[in-house]
């Protein structure tokens, strides 16, 4: 199930919302894990399974963590934590890579392997991430271990963060998987979240996606610079308006239920560099790789060559968790390449630069890396950067092209506002004119006339639904 | 304070429409969509498992979801306030014109290619057997391509005439009649509807008389037609994806003066002196007025003349060699063409292999078919799975 449905808006989480507060605190967690399971097995009804099974590895390893931990055998702690890692990216790895593997070495080799054609269950990629978490967070971290295998089951399949994230570490929540207090306050900011996510779903991502697809398919004769560009920018904010307005969603239903998500999207396309970037973009991923990889692996407290060993290896499992093909993985490289040129020289050497000269380098970085990471084959991407810069493709521009310009031209003025904090400066500079002239009624009417406007059209959009993809299907 | 009125509207908006869908009974029928409704699916472990009952009931909700055509309409006026002026892939132009978008990618898709190729193999084989003087084929381009001035600034969709040039040059000399030039020449006359994405009567009885010069045939002129105003008020298939507010169109019905018809359709499963059906002005799909909509097999005669049943059962269908019969394998933008051809040969088979199931070279030598005219429009050639009974 998607958040951004009518099944979810107004069958599942209406339902679920009464139940849960209908009952007694401490079947909470129950009302939570159980409907977590059918939010799930709609449309899973087999690897609901699995995600199970990885629930109740990581519950045992957990605790196997702990008694060796406590009783003074960091050996066995040790081995135990590395039997649930393996089983994790053993998980991972035969439903997510298997293929990709079988295909490598059938290219190498020259082989003819049957491919198992399996298909990726939803989520895998977030839930092995979080279940891994936990026994990491035990070994490392002094996390104690949850003696209730309902909270631990209700963490891992929590359905606010469940298929998209972000990726909650155990520690982040494990306090509120205790006891938590759910009040208006919370409930008030979440449906905000909510709102603000379901609208930058819906009515952005889905809009400026139709663009996208229409240039992706595109062959480099019939491309021009403008269309290229426009295309990956395209891309650029579907992605973006999907995925944090799909974070959005997700903290703001874990609020309502009490919980506290770390944010996940911090205003990406503002930045300055490639390493500012990358700490705005998908940022609870960012964590989690430097958590548990680089950090473990010496991170920067280590000889340079190490350093750089270390940016690579993370970059590269970065890019390979996006996707189970190689250009993920030169996207991943990409970065990290960047990364180490910016981390060696180029920062410091870009501080004496204008700000706009570094925006544009970014913006420039950042959207060649969308080409990698939309073309699976090496040579249309190739093609497509080309098309960019003139160098191959139907000219500069053509009458697609400016018919696109018209088309979308409302529509990136909206993107590029809601992709900075411009309007929420803008509303927080009104509310506090509003506070000290003493008409708080005008902020109510106008947040609430903005909340219903939103829910309206998104509504409209989903029963006019033609439009409404599922972007980390890969992930 | 400010803060519970949000948390009420939230939970007002989403309990509101939850108990609004419950209450509300399902529809079975969309008559602005002209399509049935998604039922309440049944659950079974079996459904449930294999996918179908959870898209299913997916559909369903959407399907049955309260004020429907409201939202919809509603959600297609946001698009045009962004300024959008291609909407769910249809045009908006100027005019009140509603023109579908169809992409180079149909065309060139393996169907439509699969498609074209069965046409031209089946034009060709028939040429060779009764003469490319009696095999006709007509591709209709759509208003994408004959309209193109009526379009939003820039807008620049495929030329259908890319693809109906393949399937001319493969065809022998002769079959292919070229209807392009007419309805260019005409474009400023009223030859498509603006709501619906039909061909008007107008537009088909000039390429009607393209076919006639093409074959040498003499076509009724137009003081031998009687003309019809049938209905001033039709919102057709292309208003119903949208939903927004835009004038209506006018139908006219152009039938041959001092013909009786004899209409058999489906083998009998009707009998009518009339290829028009007016109780179809009744509803909102209107267009169907022209020989009740889509069906299988139409058969027509003059009205005191024999019928086919009548002389298969006296075995002497293939020895009447004096008889003109004309097979007609077409689409719907036929519907408002076969009243025009009526009393031209003895006997007219209309089918549509949508709802046909025997083998068209049998039936020919069967009902003795000594001139054959396929008359699709480009659209419906690029994804119509059954054109593959003309063999591929």
Same mark, same amino acid.
């Given at each position: 199930m998607i958040f951004s449905s009518l099944l979810f808006l107004f069958k599942f989480l209406p339902i679920v919302l009464l139940i849960y507060f209908v009952v007694p605190a401490k079947f909470r967690n129950f009302v939570l894990f159980a409907s977590s399971l059918i939010f799930y097995s709609w449309g899973e009804p087999i690897y609901v399974l699995l995600m199970l099974f990885s629930t109740a590895v990581d519950f045992f390893h957990g605790k196997l963590v702990y008694k060796y931990k406590m009783s003074n055998q960091p050996g066995k702690a040790k081995a135990a934590v590395i039997s649930s890692v393996v089983i994790n990216l053993g998980l991972l790895g035969f439903f997510k890579y298997a293929d990709f593997f079988l295909d490598s070495i059938n290219n190498i080799f020259n082989?003819?392997?049957?491919?198992?054609?399996?298909?990726?269950?939803?989520?895998?990629?977030?839930?092995?991430?979080?279940?891994?978490?936990?026994?990491?967070?035990?070994?490392?971290?002094?996390?104690?271990?949850?003696?209730?295998?309902?909270?631990?089951?209700?963490?891992?399949?929590?359905?606010?963060?469940?298929?998209?994230?972000?990726?909650?570490?155990?520690?982040?929540?494990?306090?509120e998987l205790r006891h938590r207090k759910e009040n208006t306050d919370d409930f008030f900011i979440g449906i905000r979240y909510f709102i603000i996510g379901l609208g930058k779903k819906v009515l952005l991502a889905n809009n400026i996606g139709l663009l996208w697809d229409e240039i992706k398919v595109l062959d480099s004769s019939s491309l021009t610079t403008v269309s290229a560009w426009l295309g990956i920018t395209a %891309?650029? +904010?579907? !992605?973006? *308006? $999907?995925?944090?307005?799909? @974070?959005d969603m997700a903290i703001?239903?874990?609020?309502?239920?009490? %919980?506290? +998500?770390? !944010?996940? *999207? $911090?205003?990406?396309?503002? @930045?300055?560099?490639?390493?500012?970037?990358?700490?705005?973009?998908?940022?609870?991923?960012?964590?989690? *790789?430097?958590?548990?990889?680089?950090?473990?692996?010496?991170?920067?407290?280590?000889?340079?060559?190490?350093?750089?060993?270390?940016?690579?290896?993370?970059?590269f499992l970065t890019g390979f968790w996006h996707g189970a093909a190689y250009n993920f993985i030169i996207w991943g490289m990409y970065f990290g390449v960047i990364l180490i040129i910016e981390k060696t020289f180029l920062l410091n050497l870009m501080e004496k630069i204008p700000s706009v000269f570094r925006h544009i380098y970014s913006i420039i970085l950042i959207l060649i890396g969308w080409v990698i990471f939309e073309f699976e084959s090496v040579s249309k991407m190739g093609d497509y950067i080309l098309s960019m810069f003139g160098i191959k493709g139907a000219g500069f521009v053509n009458s697609e092209a400016m018919f696109m310009i018209r088309e979308y031209g409302i529509i990136f003025i909206v993107l590029i506002l809601a992709s900075t904090p411009i309007p929420k400066l803008i509303v927080n500079k009104l509310g506090e004119k509003i506070r000290h002239m003493n008409i708080q009624w005008i902020s109510y009417v106008a947040e609430n006339a903005f909340n219903i406007s939103v829910l309206f059209i998104s509504t409209a959009y989903l029963v006019d639904a033609s439009y409404n993809p599922f972007l980390y299907f890969r992930f | 304070m400010g803060k519970k009125i949000t948390i009420i509207i939230f939970l007002l908006f989403i309990y509101g429409f939850f108990g609004f869908s419950a209450l509300k009974e399902d529809e079975a029928y969309s008559e602005l969509e002209n399509r049935t409704l998604e039922d309440r699916p049944v659950l079974t472990a079996e459904g449930f498992f294999n996918g179908t009952y959870t898209k299913n009931y997916e559909n369903y909700i959407q399907d049955q979801f309260p004020l429907r055509d409201k939202f919809v309409s509603f959600k297609n006026y946001a698009e045009l306030a962004l300024g959008k002026r291609e909407v769910k892939g249809i045009f908006i132009c100027e005019d009140g014109y509603l023109i579908e978008n169809h992409r180079r990618a149909d065309y060139e898709s393996e169907r439509a290619v699969k498609n074209a190729q069965a046409i031209v193999n089946a034009g060709n084989r028939w040429a060779d057997k009764l003469g490319s003087s009696h095999v006709s084929v007509i591709i209709a381009p759509t208003a994408q391509t004959i309209l193109k001035d009526k379009l939003p600034k820039y807008a620049n969709p495929y030329n259908q005439s890319e693809y109906t040039a393949a399937i001319q040059s493969g065809l022998n000399e002769d079959v292919y009649v070229d209807i392009e030039k007419t309805l260019t020449e005409n474009k400023e006359e009223y030859v498509y509807y603006k709501t619906d994405h039909h061909w008007t009567t107008k537009g088909a009885y000039l390429a009607y008389r393209s076919w006639c010069e093409s074959k040498g045939l003499t076509p009724y002129d137009k003081s031998e037609l009687s003309i019809e105003e049938a209905s001033d008020d039709f919102y057709g298939t292309i208003h119903s994806k949208l939903n927004i507010k835009t004038s209506p169109d006018v139908i006219e019905i152009y039938s041959v003066k001092d013909y009786n018809v004899k209409a058999v359709y489906n083998m009998g499963a009707s009998v009518t002196d009339s290829l028009i059906d007016k109780s179809f002005l009744e509803g909102k799909d209107k267009y169907s007025i022209f020989m009740g909509g889509n069906q299988g097999i139409v058969e027509i005669t003059e009205a005191d003349n024999e019928t086919v049943s009548d002389k298969v059962q006296q075995g002497n269908v293939n020895e009447d060699g004096e008889e003109s019969v004309l097979l007609m394998i077409k689409d719907s933008y036929a519907n408002c063409f076969v009243p025009m051809t009526v009393g031209m040969y003895d006997r007219i088979y209309v089918i549509d292999l949508r709802y046909f199931n025997m083998n068209v070279d049998t039936f020919m030598d069967?009902?003795?078919?000594?001139?054959?005219?396929?008359?699709?429009?480009?659209?419906?050639?690029?994804?119509?799975?059954?054109v593959s009974r003309l063999g591929y």
């Open positions: 082989l003819d392997i049957q491919l198992l054609n399996i298909a990726l269950p939803i989520g895998i990629s977030f839930y092995t991430f979080q279940t891994m978490s936990y026994s990491l967070d035990i070994y490392m971290n002094d996390e104690v271990p949850q003696n209730n295998p309902i909270s631990f089951g209700t963490y891992v399949a929590l359905f606010p963060q469940l298929i998209a994230g972000p990726i909650v570490r155990y520690k982040d929540i494990a306090q %891309f650029a +904010f579907q !992605i973006y *308006f $999907d995925f944090s307005g799909y @974070s703001g239903l874990g609020k309502m239920f009490g %919980f506290k +998500f770390p !944010i996940n *999207f $911090d205003y990406p396309y503002i @930045s300055k560099s490639i390493t500012e970037f990358w700490r705005r973009w998908h940022i609870t991923l960012g964590t989690w *790789f430097r958590e548990y990889v680089y950090i473990p692996l010496g991170g920067n407290r280590c000889s340079r060559a190490k350093n750089i060993r270390n940016i690579l290896i993370v970059w | 069967m009902y003795g078919v000594t001139d054959v005219l396929v008359l699709y429009n480009a659209d419906t050639l690029t994804d119509d799975v059954y």
